[in-house]
């Protein structure tokens, strides 16, 4: 009978080898997959290709009109050419669109730590179907050109007749008129080209917190894919022993983040950055923020700033609004007891819009508060949230940078570490349009009347500055944009 201190091996134990082949196999695999998802996509992404693709596919339908309208026969061999030189050009971007589906997949089922799989986190399936969905147009538009080609190469090879050439160039023309929608379609905004972040650009926030407790942090990380997020996640349980005493990797990450966007704004030079930075951070931690080694540095950091400020520029007009009363001392923050501030977009689309909320409590005792909605036609037309905000030191007066006992970046630290801030999703019936109002009011523990504003939002059905699509592609292109800045 085996007794507990047994020597046969345990293939479960804690120092197993099991499993941890295949790990490293699936690694290599998608080390392999994304290299020549690089290839092909820095090959499609050459300057003035895309440009060449879109001309090419708008040629080959306007000399496919001319011929079928029964002029220039003679040139129908020229008609296979154009289409045999667009078949040519359209394989690049289908490789590379078919690499980067097998390369997300793989990276999709790789551990973010501790166990869990990424596709744990929200918005896995929409990458995946965006990108199976991109591969499809590719294969259906270089389908589409051999095909056209074929029908082209029928006509100057064989005694055809005019009804069957007819035919045939009326063939052809569907399939130019069909390549060149899916080019149109494909060439707005091709995936997967962010070296850093790979699928940060395919990832639209579907979950989030309603009530945000680091506001900056949990706003950044309800816009990472789900490879970052996992990523990010592993980075802050790495800071436990490269912050300060006084901070947690939590509260430290924060005040990075929120000393980036005073940066931004243009407020604190790059010596105060790292000057701040510092009062959070040790040594080991500066360094890895300086490196370009690690995953998230200053750099990348930065670019996640702007991924999220481009998805969610609501909130941040909010912050701007508090940084801006508390350098003017505005009678809000240093008189009133309670003070409420929210943003709604001017516009939304498809019947959806995100509303930021943003309430101190400087009456200096606790108090649980109601906050009604009232969204005119929406759904559903009224919400009631009851909540318990926290207690937030009221200001003496303006803030300045770089005072002692008053600095802009300790009062601004201060005041969004101790406010109440709401992200809540405000829906309307399919089809809505014009003008709707939206009405938030605050009242006290005795149900009395502390705040009440309203603002209006427009609905449309088309694409608007501030629409999911518009703002996932801003996103993108505010991320590129700080990436070519910090490169130069």
Avoid at 289 to 308: C, G, I, P, Q, W
Avoid at 461 to 469: I, K, M, T
Wanted: with cysteine; charged share 20%.
């Amino acid at each position: 009978m085996a007794n507990g201190n047994s020597d046969l091996p345990n293939p479960y134990g804690d120092e197993s080898s099991f499993g941890k082949t295949s790990e490293s196999a699936l690694s290599r695999r998608v080390r392999i997959r994304d290299s020549q998802r690089v290839l092909w996509t820095r090959i499609t992404t050459i300057p003035g290709s895309s440009e060449i693709r879109t001309l090419l596919s708008v040629i080959a339908i306007v000399f496919t009109t001319i011929l079928a309208s029964g002029r220039w026969e003679s040139y129908a061999r020229a008609g296979d050419v154009i289409f045999v030189i667009q078949t040519l050009i359209f394989i690049p971007p289908l490789l590379g669109s078919t690499f980067a589906q097998m390369s997300a997949r793989d990276r999709l089922q790789l551990k973010a730590g501790d166990n869990r799989s990424m596709e744990a986190y929200p918005g896995v399936e929409r990458i995946l179907n965006t990108l199976h969905e991109r591969t499809l147009r590719e294969r259906t538009r270089v389908l589409c050109a051999v095909l056209a080609s074929g029908a082209f190469n029928s006509v100057g090879n064989f005694q055809t007749g005019t009804v069957l050439a007819s035919i045939l160039y009326g063939l052809a023309l569907f399939f130019a008129s069909v390549s060149l929608y899916n080019t149109l379609q494909l060439e707005r905004r091709i995936p997967m080209t962010d070296e850093d972040f790979p699928l940060l650009s395919l990832h639209a926030p579907s979950l989030h917190q309603s009530a945000l407790d680091r506001v900056l942090t949990n706003l950044v990380v309800a816009h990472l894919d789900p490879e970052t997020a996992g990523a990010w996640d592993k980075w802050v349980r790495g800071l436990e022993k490269k912050v300060r005493s006084s901070q947690t990797p939590e509260s430290a990450v924060e005040h990075l983040l929120r000393v980036l966007h005073l940066n931004h704004l243009g407020l604190l030079d790059e010596d105060r950055l790292v000057s701040e930075t510092k009062r959070v951070f040790r040594v080991a931690a500066i360094d890895d923020l300086n490196s370009e080694d690690y995953k998230f540095n200053f750099r990348t950091v930065k670019r996640l700033m702007a991924h999220t400020r481009a998805w969610q520029p609501g909130i941040f007009r909010l912050i701007d609004r508090l940084e801006d009363a508390a350098l003017r001392g505005h009678s809000s923050l240093v008189e009133n007891p309670w003070r409420m501030d929210l943003d709604l977009p001017p516009r939304c689309s498809q019947g959806q819009g995100d509303l930021f909320v943003m309430i101190h409590n400087q009456s200096g005792k606790p108090s649980q508060i109601e906050i009604d909605i009232i969204a005119a036609d929406g759904e559903p037309h009224q919400q009631t949230l009851r909540l318990n905000p926290p207690i937030s030191r009221r200001p003496k007066g303006p803030a300045k940078i770089g005072e002692e006992g008053n600095d802009l970046v300790d009062l601004l630290g201060r005041l969004i570490d101790n406010c109440l801030v709401l992200w809540i999703g405000l829906a309307w019936p399919k089809g809505t349009t014009g003008s709707r109002p939206v009405q938030v009011t605050l009242r006290g523990p005795n149900g009395e009347t502390l705040s009440s504003i309203v603002v209006t939002t427009t609905l449309s059905s088309g694409v608007n500055p501030e629409g999911a699509a518009q703002r996932m592609m801003d996103a993108a292109v505010a991320v590129r944009r700080i990436a070519i800045s910090v490169a130069e």
